[in-house]
């Protein structure tokens, strides 16, 4: 059938061939007729059984009651009702949607919103009480509008607006659509509450893989008791407003939003139009919500300026403040779609094959003269918050040292400063590149922070942990971060990494050492450091130990009650500058003894241990310094040492920093830089890093804003010196092995992952 209804009635008008009327004739013909048909109806009535004469009978019987005739009446005049039932008009489909739409937008921001506790309740006015309810949070998020300027509001309306025209347009029934659209908000804004309330993360596009890799039917265990009946109530509210709309889409005469024949699409110039319309208005509604998708990350484009107009300010280091500030629709398209990497001209199978056997010829070449094993060892890499040198900070000057256990350390133990992309943020970037190995310069510039915008849509990752993973089974590597796993979504991430444990403040069962110092708020390193210490006391082989410290985040709030740095900082800085930059040096301070004290630990255990010991990035406290550019470098360089206890075979060891250049670094390199370090055998894949490293010491993408995430991203190529090495000043071969690196991190963060079935990962 059509999807226009025809309201055109039709009738059939017998008329006599010959012409004539008369009722002589009609009634001769009549007579004739009645014999004839008198006759066969005799002759049908003997042919049939009696059983079915008899039934016949009481059909013809019921049939010729007055009830069926009045009920034949009734459906008659039902039918002629039917048929002049008014259509709606577009207006009213207009207000539906707005208030629809206006509902949905309300109900998914609701799911981010929790109700505020107070430690004394009492000593809280009932105005506070007001705004900071769940009810003023939503307020909050509308009347931002006016009171701020912000149209966050707005830019989900329109969003949800896009994919509610794509249903209408698609299904050209409007009160289906508008029953479908409200499941579809309406389940993905409890699906949000639920998953905030469990993990203070919302739902992310990676989490529709659980349901499509066929486990749909355990979501209905992970819905909590007190969450039952916010589930009941919305479907009881769902199923009343499908039978609404499905009940209006049967009154509606206009069946359809617009006239679309398919059977004879060509039968008139109303029918042509009537389709064209609708198939351009599906082809443009489905482009723009796909479009806005595509390009909400990339800088510059339509909808990213567009996004950033009404007051879009990602928040890509937390997801359920994303979804939050920015509405959990936005949060959730941001991730669905990054630019990974732009494929290199040369990549194929074959390309990828050939890179392989040539590094792991590499490889092997360098194993010959190695009889240690990466392995044999527990490697132990610490992201230690914030941790730099105060004294290189230009302008900076201090009377007495605030590190000097790791200064005296660096002098003795392979050590240097590594370029980090990041200033007062983006943790989880320097995290991530000293696990992986991979460049985030080589990223397109829309992947922010892969950790929530790549990661969870992996199917296959790699991670240096994993070679421990391979040779002792999950139990080869472990985590810990005194703060909460859903930050940069680790939890999600180190799964992925192959980690057994990830143990955080809110994980089962949670870390066990985690206090803080004074009025700190955040676990100190000795904290941290002793998790570690218990962990290597409860294994019986060598592990891979993951840890970023909390002590030394931000903000640096005058904490410690003992501050000897207030009066040797004699820098004249702002009294609240001086404030910070005095909190946060004491805190150096403090991890400088903490981590000789750990160091000295690990020295009276009698089994290998190697530390990769490195600061994230610079506190985003030094106002004064970062004002001038000139100091862009520096202020983008924290300290590192790799460090061997007495019991391995690389105690003592300190790379020549001119003959292996480890004066100067970036977290990619870690891993590579520890096996030369260990003088272990290393895989195809570590061998490339080598030679790269060797070239190209230190390569970075400077994100230059204090939250670590910004669109102003260039890269900074640094040489054996620290001086910056323009990308047109670089050699043939550093050239060449910048696009084998930019093939091999293609291949398996967003080709085809060749090089897993190759071994390039392995070590032989």
Not at 8 to 14: G, K, L, N, R, W
Not at 364 to 387: A, G, H, P, V, Y
Not at 643 to 651: G, L, M, R
Request: net charge negative; with cysteine; aromatic share 10%.
């Amino acid at each position: 059938m059509d999807d226009t209804q025809d309201n055109q009635e039709f009738t059939v008008e017998e008329a006599d061939t010959n012409g004539t009327t008369s009722a002589e004739s009609s009634q001769s013909s009549a007579h004739s007729d009645r014999d004839d048909n008198s006759q066969e109806a005799q002759k049908s009535k003997t042919s049939l059984p009696p059983i079915f004469q008899q039934i016949r009978a009481q059909l013809n019987t019921l049939m010729a009651s007055q009830t069926m005739t009045a009920l034949s009446k009734a459906l008659t005049v039902l039918h002629s009702v039917f048929k002049k039932r008014p259509r709606f008009p577009y207006l009213l489909y207009i207000m539906v949607m707005a208030i629809v739409d206006s509902a949905a937008v309300l109900f998914i921001q609701w799911g981010t919103y929790t109700e505020p506790t107070y430690a004394a309740p009492s000593t809280v006015d009932e105005t506070t009480r007001l705004l900071n309810s769940i009810r003023g949070q939503l307020t909050r998020f509308v009347a931002q509008m006016w009171m701020e300027q912000k149209y966050i509001w707005l830019l989900n309306f329109c969003v949800l607006g896009m994919v509610y025209l794509v249903l209408i347009f698609v299904l050209n029934r409007f009160w289906v659509a508008t029953a479908l659209f409200a499941i579809i908000t309406s389940v993905f804004a409890v699906a949000n509450h639920i998953k905030i309330q469990l993990r203070n993360e919302p739902v992310i596009p990676s989490d529709l893989s659980f349901i499509s890799s066929g486990n749909g039917g355990e979501v209905a265990s992970f819905i909590p008791k007190d969450s039952q009946a916010l589930v009941n109530n919305t479907i009881t509210m769902l199923v009343w407003l499908t039978i609404a709309c499905l009940l209006l889409q049967f009154i509606d005469g206009r069946r359809c939003v617009i006239s679309f024949h398919w059977r004879r699409p060509l039968r008139n110039t109303k029918t042509i139009i009537g389709n064209c319309t609708r198939i351009v208005a599906v082809i443009v509604s489905t482009s723009l919500l796909c479009s806005f998708t595509l390009n909400l990350n990339t800088v510059g484009s339509w909808s990213h300026n567009w996004a950033q107009a009404l007051g879009d300010s990602p928040t890509l280091w937390d997801a359920a403040g994303d979804a939050s500030l920015n509405g959990p629709t936005i949060s959730f398209l941001r991730l669905a779609n990054p630019k990974t990497m732009t494929k290199p001209s040369d990549y194929s199978q074959a390309t990828m094959q050939e890179i392989a056997q040539r590094y792991n010829k590499i490889a092997e070449k360098t194993n010959q003269s190695r009889s240690n094993n990466l392995t044999d060892n527990t490697m132990i890499m610490i992201l230690s918050e914030s941790f730099s040198d105060p004294t290189r900070v230009p302008g900076i000057t201090l009377s007495e040292d605030p590190m000097p256990n790791i200064r005296a350390l660096k002098n003795t133990t392979t050590s240097g400063l590594m370029l980090s992309p990041g200033y007062g943020g983006g943790t989880a970037n320097i995290e991530y590149q000293a696990l992986t190995g991979w460049d985030l310069a080589l990223f397109d510039n829309s992947m922010q922070v892969p950790y929530q915008q790549l990661v969870p849509h992996q199917k296959v990752t790699e991670t240096f942990n994993q070679l421990w993973n391979d040779r002792y089974g999950a139990s080869g590597s472990i985590a810990f971060h005194p703060y909460y796993k859903n930050m940069y979504l680790r939890d999600i991430d180190y799964k992925k990494f192959g980690f057994s444990h990830f143990y955080t403040l809110d994980s089962n069962p949670p870390i066990t050492h985690h206090d803080g110092l004074d009025n700190s708020p955040y676990a100190s390193d000795a904290e941290a450091y002793q998790n570690v210490v218990d962990a290597l006391q409860n294994s019986n082989h060598p592990q891979f130990i993951q840890l970023a410290t909390m002590q030394n985040h931000p903000p640096y709030s005058d904490w410690y009650s003992d501050n000897q740095f207030k009066d040797a900082d004699t820098t004249n800085l702002p009294a609240d500058e001086k404030t910070g930059v005095d909190t946060y040096i004491k805190g150096v301070s403090i991890t400088d003894q903490a981590t000789t004290d750990f160091l000295n630990q690990l020295d009276a255990i009698d089994q290998p241990i190697t530390v990769i010991f490195y600061g994230d990035h610079l506190p985003g406290v030094y106002t004064t310094a970062r004002a001038s550019s000139k100091n862009t470098i520096t202020m983008q360089e924290t300290d590192y040492f790799i460090w061997s206890n007495e019991a391995s075979a690389s105690a003592g060891t300190k790379l020549d920093p001119a003959a292996a250049a480890t004066s100067y670094t970036s977290p990619n390199y870690f891993m590579a830089m520890a096996s030369d370090h260990m003088n272990t055998k290393v895989s195809a894949y570590i061998a490339f890093l080598s030679a790269m490293r060797a070239e190209i010491p230190a390569t970075e993408r400077l994100t230059l804003g204090v939250s670590g995430v910004t669109d102003n991203t260039p890269t900074v190529y640094l040489d054996a010196n620290g001086n910056v090495v323009s990308k047109k000043e670089l050699s043939s071969q550093q050239k060449k092995l910048l696009n084998d690196y930019r093939l091999i991190q293609y291949d398996m963060t967003a080709g085809k992952n060749y090089l897993s079935s190759t071994k390039f990962f392995d070590v032989k």
